[in-house]
């Protein structure tokens, strides 16, 4: 355990300094996301020295901790309790912070069944982009009062303020997991998630790779007996270190040069993309191996309701995210302006306009 | 009062101006036609509006919006009119925009477990049109029968399931919305996330005063296999409040943990009759559920916990007869409050759970000092408290004390860590507590927001955020480390 520390203050000076030379800052923690999105102008502001947890009370569900804390140190005090992010974030490297994976919004196998990291959050304190310390939600399970501020900044990448602490519901882990493997064309596969996702069976993963699903049970003994009944299959030795190489993307789907695309899109949608795919998510989500353009690629995604980013590529792309259409682009520099009226933080991080 | 002034146009103006784009049966002008959108379920508080209106299509609402945007008439977005902090109180000076007409089903996709609905359609009925799939909506506020689906996201409602399916954040997947201007928007999407900013869990729960909310994609979620549930009696208060904490520690996650104090027990089973030990000081309700065999497995451990704990009693729900009757007394406790008193006032703080002993103990000293007694009902599990305040409103000074009752509870849950609203809103009745929980830059944080979305500020003028001139004239300003709040108004 590293030792903790209360930056507030200090980057509440850096941010004020940074307003009051207009000069914008680019946020960074672990950096183990820089790969993501687009390439933040302005002077680092680090957070890693702003780590350590503020409160942690098993029996309330809740942890507070600060941006800078490594997220392995808080899924390690988490099970010491036997608890866990049921979100299951990605880290994709060993400096992986709090700060970065709630900014990020990242979530891993476990969001189509338990929620993304965004449901969880229940507070944040951020400064915002006039130096001030804010705080928003709190560390209960309901608070409706205040616009959610908090789960905005969840996912924005860091453009509407410093994320400075993180309070989130935290879930007991499951007693029981298992892992079942099956052969199955990748149609058949998401047709039969789309079944299965619909009858209350304990399912808490899913990945098609090729033509091999793999589903994981999580809960007590006796239902996972009875789940496997109805979802067959073989069970998979050694599934948690293949749900850690899914979630980090090391399964070899992964290696390779090809543009890797984050599609996401209503479960039971039959994507037609060239490429190859990896499915998550009981088929929500399809990871996608192409070198189709863009356009294309997004315009099938669209065409079912969803949208489609740019993940990893060689050359990084001026527009990994899905274009916004232009009333809900001017309402997010509105927004933006809002929290961050002088765009200091994180300028141009999302989309170029802001 | 919005920041544009006064609107430009009088009544009789706004009539015509109206007129000339919508059908005569959509405009309501005349005072007896007015008088059934006076209040909503927070009835303390009563307003007729200058002038109602029941528009059918997406189009109207915009159309609508545009002229009063334009001759800065404030607008009032309202559904079933059941919320209880008076977020759809209307203005004398505004019109009223009732979403009653939008009540059709667009689209069920069971592969997708998803449903399509206008916002005026109820809770209750997504879940009955969604029973032949297996499927139902999780959100479950007590007013599901009447409440729509519009009102429940723009107040982020909960209900008794939260701490295992979520609030309607959770629950819900796209939305559109028409802000002030008339421009309709889409927040969300038809796959689990969506590109940009999360304005889907932004417009959640901001109370129509961001926009007004014209459709709702909504997460459908498998009924559970069964459903038991314990009811535990306890002879101690804190015991049952320890026994609450002891089951979450264990790693079980209740569909349902409900407690109730000894005056709302006995309230409630004088009117419904459910079984309840009308002796205990308090009881708790446990709801597990899952697959049979998980279920059997819970309600042992759960039992067993709540022996451990000190319960008198214990009671398993043998089949689905006595489960409906066992949350019956739960569900109807605040029509049972009606019948003990002649009126009541039912507040909504959360706290941080291992607080509870305290904050029962000193609600009990909250209703003495103001001399009215409390009954209690609390979503235990979440932490969410509903102290029920019982007064008579034809004694005069009666609702005045026991709004500072209520107003007591709520700054102590803000001292304790918690919030002065879980699931119903701020609206107009808890405007003034805002200013206990946040200073005045978070304050003016929200306000920004808001100008993001309504920079005339003509959208619920009033209600969910107070201007920072009404925090010091309540003259409840916490201080952050030593500074004076609101440095930059006078003081009188």
Not at chain 1, 18 to 27: D, F, G, K, S, T
Not at chain 2, 201 to 210: N, Q
Not at chain 2, 443 to 459: G, M, S, T, V
Request: hydrophobic residues 45%; aromatic residues 6%; charged residues 20%.
């Amino acid at each position: 355990m590293t030792a903790s520390r209360d930056a507030s203050t200090d980057i509440q000076s850096r941010v004020i300094d940074a307003i009051e030379r207009r000069a914008p800052l680019a946020i960074v923690a672990g950096g183990t996301k820089h790969f993501l999105g687009r390439e933040a102008q302005g002077e680092p502001l680090a957070l890693v020295d702003h780590r350590g947890v503020v409160d942690y009370h098993p029996e309330e569900l809740v942890l507070t901790a600060r941006a800078g804390t490594p997220l392995s140190e808080l899924e390690t005090l988490l099970a010491e309790h036997d608890q866990m992010f049921a979100f299951e974030p990605p880290h994709f490297g060993a400096a992986a912070t709090l700060g970065g994976t709630i900014a990020a919004n990242l979530s891993g196998p476990r969001r189509a069944y338990a929620g993304a990291a965004r449901d969880f959050v229940l507070g944040t304190r951020i400064v915002n982009g006039c130096g001030e310390i804010l705080r928003f939600g709190g560390e209960v399970m309901k608070n409706v009062a205040g616009y959610d501020l908090s789960r905005l900044v969840a996912g924005a990448m860091g453009t509407l303020g410093v994320i400075l602490d993180v309070s989130l519901k935290v879930l007991p882990r499951p007693r029981e997991t298992m892992t079942l493997v099956q052969s199955l064309t990748p149609r058949a596969a998401v047709e039969n998630l789309c079944r299965w996702a619909a009858a209350p069976l304990p399912i808490s993963a899913s990945c098609i790779e090729g033509e091999r699903l793999c589903v994981r049970l999580s809960g007590t003994v006796s239902a996972l007996a009875k789940a496997r009944g109805t979802i067959g299959g073989e069970v998979l030795e050694n599934a948690d270190a293949f749900w850690l190489d899914v979630r980090e993307q090391r399964r070899p789907f992964f290696g390779g040069d090809a543009p890797l695309w984050r599609i996401s899109l209503p479960p039971a949608a039959i994507l037609d993309s060239p490429g190859e795919q990896m499915i998550e998510w009981g088929g929500a989500l399809r990871w996608l191996k192409s070198n189709a353009p863009a356009e294309k690629i997004r315009a099938a995604a669209a065409q079912h309701g969803g949208h489609a980013m740019l993940f990893r590529s060689q050359i990084r792309s001026p527009e990994p995210y899905h274009p916004l259409p232009e009333p809900l682009m001017q309402l997010h520099k509105r927004v933006k302006t809002a929290m961050d009226p002088h765009g200091i933080f994180n300028r141009g991080r999302m989309y170029a306009e802001f | 009062m919005t920041d544009s002034g006064d609107p430009t146009i009088d009544k009789g103006e706004l009539v015509a101006a109206l007129r000339r784009f919508l059908p005569d049966d959509v405009i309501l002008h005349a005072t007896e036609d007015l008088r059934p959108y006076e209040c909503d379920g927070l009835s303390a508080y009563r307003q007729t509006p200058m002038v109602a209106v029941l528009p059918r299509t997406i189009e109207q609402v915009q159309q609508i919006l545009r002229v009063c945007h334009e001759c800065g008439v404030p607008v009032v977005a309202r559904g079933a009119g059941t919320g209880l902090s008076g977020g759809a109180l209307p203005l004398g000076d505004g019109l009223l925009l009732s979403l009653a007409r939008f009540m059709s089903i667009l689209d069920i996709d069971p592969a997708n477990r998803t449903m399509r609905v206008q916002p005026g359609v109820r809770n209750l009925a997504i879940s009955e049109a969604a029973a032949p799939y297996g499927l139902y909506y999780a959100p479950d506020p007590s007013s599901q029968i009447a409440c729509t689906i519009g009102g429940n996201v723009a107040e982020n409602a909960g209900g008794v399931h939260c701490l295992k399916y979520g609030l309607t954040v959770h629950n819900i997947l796209k939305l559109k919305m028409v802000t002030m201007d008339g421009e309709l928007l889409t927040f969300g999407a038809d796959a689990l996330d969506a590109p940009g900013f999360d304005l889907l869990a932004l417009a959640t729960g901001s109370e129509g005063m961001l926009g007004v909310i014209v459709e709702v994609t909504v997460k459908l979620v498998p009924k559970p296999e069964t459903a038991r549930v314990v009811l535990a009696a306890f002879a101690d208060v804190e015991q049952a409040g320890a026994a609450v904490g002891a089951v979450i520690a264990t790693g079980i996650v209740p569909a349902g943990l409900e407690m109730m104090d000894n005056p709302a027990i006995r309230a409630a089973e004088a009117f419904v009759h459910s079984g309840y030990p009308v002796d205990a000081a308090a009881i708790l309700l446990c709801e597990l559920d899952g697959t049979a065999e998980a279920v059997a497995d819970d309600i042992e451990r759960v039992s067993a916990i709540m022996a451990r704990c000190g319960a008198s009693a214990t009671r398993v729900s043998r089949d689905e007869a006595e489960r409906a009757r066992f949350w019956a007394g739960r569900k109807m406790a605040f029509p049972a409050m009606g019948r003990i008193s002649p009126d009541y006032y039912c507040t909504d703080g959360t706290i941080p759970r291992k607080h509870l002993p305290l904050v029962l103990r000193r609600i009990q000293e909250f209703g003495r000092k103001h001399d009215l007694a409390v009954a209690n009902v609390f979503h235990a599990g979440d932490g969410n408290l509903h102290p029920m305040i019982l007064y008579d409103a034809s004694r005069p000074g009666e609702l005045e004390r026991a709004e500072q009752l209520g107003g007591d509870i709520l700054k102590l849950c803000v001292e304790v860590g918690g919030t002065i609203t879980g699931e119903h809103g701020v609206g107009v009745e808890k405007i003034n507590q805002m200013c206990d929980q946040f200073s005045s830059a978070e304050l003016e944080q929200f306000h920004a927001i808001k100008a993001a979305f309504d920079p005339k500020r003509l959208l619920n003028p009033g209600k969910a955020v107070p201007l920072l001139k009404r925090c010091a004239e309540y003259g409840g300003l916490h201080v952050h480390a030593g500074e004076l709040p609101f440095p930059e108004l006078e003081r009188f």
